[in-house]
């Protein structure tokens, strides 16, 4: 199974930023980030394939942006003009041979 490890994440205002990274322990072929509000369903938030092609959720496109490093086996998530419908514990998430990883989560916080 694939570890990650994720960083970033945080307290923020209404519109400002922040960046998670994630780190795996190999190569990868999807990686991504999911994001898990209280009482509500764990939700696709973007991924990336090795390939470089991108897919978001509608409510993040154009604020938020994806980007992964092959050679470091690296995936991060810049996160723009944040909403207070943002907050959630966000999960840094591949798929290697079908399997899916889950990093342990990290808190992201956006006040009003």
């Known amino acids: 199974q694939v570890q990650l490890v994720e960083s970033g994440g945080g307290l923020v205002q209404a519109g400002g930023s922040l960046r998670l990274s994630c780190a795996a322990s190999?190569?990868?072929?999807?990686m991504g980030w999911y994001r898990q509000a209280p009482g509500k369903q764990r939700e696709l938030v973007a991924e990336?394939?090795?390939?470089?092609?991108?897919n978001y959720e509608d409510s993040v496109k154009g604020r938020f942006t994806i980007s992964r490093d092959n050679a470091k086996n690296t995936v991060s998530l810049q996160m723009n003009s944040l909403k207070p419908e943002d907050t959630a514990v966000y999960y840094c998430?591949?798929?290697?041979?079908?399997?899916?990883?889950w990093g342990q989560g990290t808190q992201v916080t956006v006040s009003s």
């Open positions: 990336i394939k090795s390939t470089g092609r991108t």
């Open positions: 190999g190569s990868i072929f999807i």
């Open positions: 998430t591949a798929v290697v041979n079908g399997l899916r990883s």
